[in-house]
């Protein structure tokens, strides 16, 4: 059974940093490209970072430089740093990858930046 199981999430003043792990189960992990999406408020859900099983990365042009994806094979876990965060970053944040053509999501994170 594929399960991606999201955590981290949280309450973040501007200029903040949170760490988001994404665990996954199911999967042959160290094979798998994975991406963080993320949905704000009546927006489309928007790929934010990717990353390959070989450790290719890219980003959504607007995180660049503030954001980054990174994956421990040995936990079968993938991670988004976010740093220097923004209100504009605020949104569900969702873990995903590809298997057999289906997308598999997680259930998401709130991340919400405020004072």
């Known amino acids: 059974q594929v399960q991606l199981v999201e955590s981290g999430g949280g309450l973040v003043q501007p200029g903040g940093s949170l760490r988001l792990s994404c665990k996954t189960s199911g999967i042959i992990f160290s094979a798998s490209a994975m991406r963080w999406y993320r949905q704000a408020p009546g927006k489309e859900r928007e790929l934010a970072a990717y990353?390959?099983?070989?450790?290719?990365?890219t980003y959504l042009d607007s995180v660049k430089g503030r954001f980054t994806i990174s994956r421990d094979n040995a936990k079968s876990t993938v991670y988004l740093h976010m740093n220097s965060l923004k209100p504009e970053d605020t949104a569900v944040y969702y873990c995903?990858?590809?298997?057999?053509?289906?997308?598999?999501w997680g259930q998401g994170t709130q991340v919400t930046v405020s004072s």
């Open positions: 995903n990858t590809v298997i057999g053509q289906q997308n598999r």
């Open positions: 990353i390959s099983s070989g450790g290719t990365t």
